[in-house]
Each structure stands twice: as structure tokens, then as C-alpha cells.
């Protein structure tokens, strides 16, 4: 079967098509009732070992995440920098109203949307002479054993709005609600590794970068990384091997619970209360900074900090800016 390689190149594939609405369906799959794509956005693609996942959301649905949090969610797909994603590094968006939404998608939308059925990730597991193509069909490169020339049949053809499309051959679908991703990394799974997660924080990084790092902590996304820095009175630049080990254990308690609430409050219907993301002061009414900031060459989010509450251990290169600027 195809291995990681393989299926990256096949995700790389797909990538142009999300966003779009699928038009019309096509291939023979009998386990997936192939109708029930239609109409639906390709929201999102991601590759986790040698599977391949597609996320589909209803078209006239919630809007789908922005390039960053598509390329962001990509590149932890990816890895921590895949050569592919060079260049993509997001100059961030201006802050939409939806972005809670998008980021709660983002950190944790299986755990809602799994109570509700089926999910809306296709997991897309390739046998042996499984692939992906895009815009074009697969051709018989030899007869078969009877003489005939026959191509192969597609289990499954999308076509998109823009007139583009992906055909995926010799592959098992399964609707699922999530990817399947390693829960010892998942800060809301029970399975998760608490050592392997502070051997991480202890990284030089900014730990700003470090718990955006999604081989550590799947899940943890830039609302809660703004928070539970505010939370844990860490300076979003401050390198974790700078930090004592009872700040960090302080970080990671801040990180499960906060996650964890969060999770429970959407469950419950409640929207979030942020402390320091997107506002203008902390809680005890001091003044914001915020900057832009990511690994070199990868990602940069933007960070809220209160400099009173957050005090810099070291001074930083970034390009912070006061929020009532
Ligand atoms: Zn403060």
C-alpha cells in the first residue's frame, strides 16, 4: 500500500480543491453511499500516516476555516515544516468575528460533532495500487489477462464547482469524526502523556511556538495558547528551557483544564470569555500588547500578552505593538 510519502503527495493534491463545493459525484464505492457528497465544501485535508483525510461540511454551512487556519492545520499534518508549505506563512488575517468559531473547530471539532453520527471526516485508507488523481483519469497501461484494455474504475470521482476534479482509485472510505491522530499528543484524551508533553516545554522554542506544536499537544490552538499563557503568567517568548519545571507543570494543569472547560462550556451551549485574546486589556485592567509570532520560515499567529501580569524573562526580536495602537 502507499506510505506516507505517497499519501502526502495525494493530500498535496487535494489541497487546491478545499474550500470548493463538490458539484457532482461519480465512482463505484458500495460502502459509501457516494451521493451524500454532494454539495458538500471540502473543508479540510489532511494526511496521518498512511491514511488520508477529508473533511466535507454542508456548502451553505458555517464558513470554512481561513488560509492560515487551513495552512496552519496543514502544516501540522505535515510536520513541523514541510518544504511543500514554504511560502504559504500566513501574514495574519484580520480578526473576524467567527474566529472563535473557526479556532474552536480548529483545536477541538470532533468531540461535539462526534455525538451527532457519522462525523464529517472521510478516512481514505489506499490498497495496494490505491492513488489520487487530479483532472485526470487513471489509463490501462497494459492489457489485462483476457486482452482487454481496460481502464481502471474509480471508486470515487469529485467533481467541483470550478470545473476541476479528484479521482481516488482502489481505496476503503469510512465517514469518521476526526483524524485519527496519537491521543498521547490529544490534550483533551485521557491517554495523554503528561512526561512527554513537559520534555517538550522544556524545548529553547518560544514556548508560544512550542504549544502551538501539534506533535505535542493535538488539539491546543491559538485561543487557548493565548490564555493559558495569561493564565500561567508566562510570557508568550519566554524559551521553556528558561522556565522552571513547577511553570511548566503550572502551563500544562492550565492547558488541560482550560481545554477542558472550554470543551464542557461548548457542550453546554456557552460561548468562551477570553481573557486576553482579542481584547484590548487583562482582567486587572492593564493595557495589551500583541505581536505576530511563529517559528522561523513556519507559521505566525497573533499573541495577546499583558506585560504587567506576563513579564518578558528575556528581551525578544519579534514586532510587538500596544493593541490600542
Ligand atoms: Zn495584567
Same mark, same amino acid.
Given at each position: 500500500m502507499p506510505e506516507g510519502p505517497s499519501v502526502r503527495k495525494f493530500q498535496l493534491l487535494t489541497s487546491p480543491f478545499v474550500g470548493q463545493v463538490v458539484a457532482k459525484v461519480g465512482g &463505484?464505492? *458500495?460502502?459509501?453511499?457516494? $451521493?451524500?457528497? $454532494?454539495?458538500? *465544501? =471540502? !473543508?479540510d485535508s489532511q494526511v496521518h500516516g498512511k491514511n488520508l483525510y477529508l473533511a466535507f461540511v454542508a456548502a451553505e454551512g458555517p464558513v470554512g476555516p481561513t488560509a492560515e487556519e487551513t495552512a496552519l492545520q496543514r502544516e501540522a499534518a505535515c510536520g513541523a515544516r514541510c518544504p511543500a508549505l514554504?511560502? !504559504?506563512?500566513?501574514? +495574519? @488575517?484580520?480578526? &473576524? !468575528?467567527?474566529e472563535e468559531l473557526q479556532e474552536a473547530q480548529h483545536s477541538r471539532s470532533e468531540a461535539p460533532e462526534a455525538a451527532? #453520527?457519522?462525523?464529517n471526516w472521510l478516512r481514505i485508507h489506499f490498497g495496494m495500487f490505491g492513488s489520487v488523481r487530479a483532472n485526470e483519469f487513471s489509463r490501462a497501461s497494459r492489457a489485462n489477462k483476457r486482452g482487454d484494455w481496460k481502464d481502471p474504475v474509480p471508486r470515487l470521482v469529485l467533481h467541483f464547482e470550478s470545473g476541476g476534479f479528484l479521482v481516488f482509485y482502489n481505496c476503503r472510505m469510512l465517514w469518521c469524526s &476526526? +483524524? *485519527?491522530?496519537d491521543p498521547a499528543s490529544?490534550?483533551?484524551?485521557?491517554?495523554? @502523556?503528561r512526561g512527554r508533553a513537559l520534555r517538550a516545554l522544556c524545548?529553547?522554542?518560544?514556548i508560544c511556538n512550542t504549544l502551538l506544536d501539534q506533535r505535542y499537544f493535538?488539539? =491546543?490552538g491559538n485561543i487557548i495558547k493565548n490564555e493559558i499563557l495569561y493564565l500561567a503568567r508566562? @510570557?508568550? =517568548?519566554?524559551?521553556?528551557? %528558561?522556565?522552571?519545571l513547577s511553570d511548566l507543570e503550572r502551563l500544562l494543569d492550565c492547558a488541560l483544564q482550560f481545554s477542558s472547560e472550554w470543551l464542557h462550556s461548548k457542550l453546554r451551549g456557552q460561548g468562551l470569555h477570553p481573557r486576553?485574546?482579542?481584547?484590548?486589556?487583562? +482582567? %486587572? #485592567?492593564h493595557p495589551l500588547m500583541k505581536g505576530t509570532f511563529g517559528p522561523s520560515g513556519g507559521f505566525k499567529r497573533l499573541t495577546w500578552w499583558c506585560p504587567q501580569c506576563q513579564p518578558a524573562v528575556l528581551p525578544w526580536d519579534g514586532d510587538p505593538s500596544p493593541v490600542t495602537e
Open positions: &463505484s464505492s *458500495r460502502k459509501l453511499s457516494v $451521493n451524500d457528497l $454532494n454539495a458538500l *465544501r =471540502l !473543508q514554504q511560502g !504559504q506563512a500566513g501574514v +495574519p @488575517h484580520p480578526l &473576524s !468575528q467567527d451527532e #453520527g457519522r462525523g &476526526s +483524524p *485519527r491522530a490529544d490534550i483533551l484524551a485521557v491517554e495523554f @502523556h524545548a529553547p522554542d518560544p493535538s488539539g =491546543l508566562i @510570557h508568550p =517568548l519566554t524559551p521553556g528551557s %528558561l522556565l522552571a486576553v485574546y482579542q481584547k484590548e486589556q487583562c +482582567p %486587572l #485592567g
